[in-house]
């Protein structure tokens, strides 16, 4: 596995864990001015995660949103990288059903009764989140 295949498989991370902050850190990346709608568009789906009316991520919805967020953001990474990235894609596919699937299962574990609150959580998933993606971006 090669660091470019690792920065696809953390890029895809990211956007199972909050959809839209892969591609908004790809963006940035590549000095585009829509990376600043994108990181808005980011920042509000955090927001809209701490609503008890969200859905789960690994409904198919959201999940199909996050594994194509996750496939794209890797895509054009690991083009900018001079990997492969139709590979790169598909690493980034695999890292956001990592993502979505463990954050889910983590956050249902961390937030059972007794042991974190949920929104307590949801924000350090978030800064784990951007951590990750500012990674993936910077390795």
């Known amino acids: 596995m090669t ?3 690792v920065q696809a498989l953390l890029i ?7 959809t839209l902050v892969g591609p908004a850190a790809v963006l940035f990346t590549m000095r585009l001015p829509v990376a600043w709608f994108a990181g808005f568009l980011a ?4 927001y809209g995660d701490k609503s008890p009316k ?4 690994i409904v198919l919805p959201s999940l199909l949103a996050r594994v194509f967020f996750g496939a794209i953001s890797a895509y054009f990474l690991t083009a900018i990288f001079h990997g492969v990235p139709i590979r790169g894609a598909a690493i980034g596919a695999i890292g956001a059903l990592i993502g979505a699937y463990g954050g889910y299962y983590a956050r249902r574990e961390l937030t059972r ?3 974190f609150g949920d929104f307590g959580v949801a924000i350090f998933e978030d800064v784990l989140t ?3 993606a500012y990674t993936a971006v910077s390795v």
């Open 54 to 57: 969200a859905p789960p991520r």
């Open 12 to 18: 895809g991370v990211a956007s199972g864990l909050r």
């Open 113 to 115: 009764p007794g042991i």
């Open 130 to 132: 951007v951590l990750i």
């Open 3 to 5: 660091i470019v295949d």
């Open 43 to 46: 920042l509000a789906e955090m």
